[in-house]
């Protein structure tokens, strides 16, 4: 009897009281209620102020539907967090408190960089910092040398500036290089070694979590101090641009990947040139079964760049037939499609197999125009506790010129 009486009165309490907690499939009772109280645990480096700005969430929002779930998953989709969970309690006065506990990463990483191709040797270090301050800032700086030459860059991002919707990047570069240009057989084409200073900045604006629209403008100062393999004066190059930029990312943490849809595009003027150049992506990943999925990739671009201005092509996703790290285009088109499946899913992370097949032209100032096609494969590793988003090896045949392109993928997105 002693115990029925002690239900009774816990019953009474919570009756009284008038305050029950709902789990993060909330009853539909509470949607529409103004969120009034946000307590967040777990985090020792990260503000409170960033992960509300992350997860689009403040006091005195009505929650909704999709409040819960798309607030953990802007949390994870971040890079920031290894995982998050929220939950929701109703209060007496018909208002609701949410519960946003996350795991953190770690976000200062060093990583020793090495490579080779055979016939030039290159190392070095790059330093990434994720989480400036607790801030969701980016700070990324290295330094690399070699038989190719001695680099130095940096690259700050403020995804927030002063907490509003506004994007500041700046970034610049110097150094000395000795700069491979090979045909898609790998036949070289063209050597060139020289000095650069380049520096940009770029401002954005976003609406919403989905669309961000900016402007850039960038230096860039080369000179070419020895040239082999074509008819190209030493001398010294100067331009300057400014450019649109536009991005839609819809994309959604699926597993250890992505789903969703991605499109960027970028139009810019070159006042040396007296020209412009247009870029643009459009990616589309479709989840399938077992947190599997199917990935499609479009890619093009034209316009009046010098040689030294090119976009750097080989090694990126789609140009995987490219020799890598020797291919720079001017006009270029992709169409790629793959499949990647996670074989391996522990606390540690995943590691996730990729098959990919490829079609595609692209024309260069000194190389000519080529089409490349064919298949190929490799894998993944994604780090659930540390704040890069992937590194693998591929293998990749071009039928077209009949040669075998083996690459690396350092931090690209899942």
Do not use: C
Not at 49 to 60: A, C, F, H, Q
Not at 91 to 116: A, H, Q, Y
Not at 325 to 352: F, Q
């Amino acid at each position: 009897m002693k115990r029925i009486h002690q239900l009774l009165l816990f019953v009474l309490m919570l009756l009284l009281t008038g305050v029950w907690a709902v789990p993060a499939e909330a009853s539909d009772e509470i949607y529409g209620l103004r969120i009034s109280e946000i307590e967040i645990s777990g985090n020792t480096r990260t503000r409170e102020r960033t992960i509300l700005r992350i997860g689009s969430v403040d006091p005195g929002q009505q929650l909704a539907p999709d409040t819960i779930t798309r607030l953990e998953d802007n949390l994870i989709k971040s890079g920031l967090f290894a995982r998050s969970s929220v939950s929701v309690e109703a209060l007496p006065d018909r208002t609701v408190r949410l519960s946003i506990e996350v795991e953190e990463k770690w976000t200062l990483l060093p990583i020793p960089v090495f490579f080779t191709d055979g016939d030039s040797i290159m190392g070095g270090v790059v330093v990434i910092e994720s989480n400036l301050a607790g801030t969701a800032k980016n700070l990324i700086s290295g330094v690399m040398g070699g038989t190719d030459g001695l680099s130095v860059f940096a690259v700050y991002v403020d995804p927030a500036v002063l907490q509003s919707s506004y994007k500041m990047t700046l970034s610049g570069g110097a150094g000395t290089q000795e700069k491979e240009i090979d045909t898609p057989d790998g036949e070289f084409a063209y050597l060139i070694q020289g000095e650069s200073l380049s520096a940009s900045f770029g401002l954005g604006y976003a609406f919403g979590e989905k669309l961000e629209i900016g402007v850039r403008f960038r230096f860039q100062d080369y000179i070419a101090d020895t040239i082999e393999g074509i008819s190209l004066p030493a001398d010294m190059y100067l331009e300057q641009q400014f450019g649109l930029q536009a991005r839609w990312d819809s994309t959604r943490p699926y597993g250890a990947l992505l789903r969703g849809i991605d499109v960027s595009i970028e139009s810019a003027f070159l006042f040396q040139s007296a020209g412009f150049v247009h870029r643009g992506t459009a990616a589309y990943f479709i989840p399938t079964v077992a947190d599997q999925r199917l990935r499609l990739l479009l890619q093009g671009g034209y316009g009046e760049k010098p040689f030294y201005l090119e976009d750097p092509v080989s090694g990126r996703d789609g140009f995987r037939t490219l020799p890598f790290g020797k291919a720079t285009a001017d006009d270029y088109i992709s169409i790629s499609g793959g499949y990647d499946v996670p074989v391996l899913e522990r606390s540690w992370g995943a590691l996730v197999l990729t098959g990919f097949y490829e079609l595609g032209w692209y024309s260069a100032s000194y190389v000519g125009s080529h089409l490349f096609q064919g298949p190929g494969g490799g894998f993944r590793v994604y780090l659930q506790k540390v704040a890069v988003p992937a590194l693998g090896l591929d293998l990749a045949y071009n039928l077209e010129s009949d040669t075998l392109v083996f690459s690396v993928a350092l931090g690209m997105r899942m």
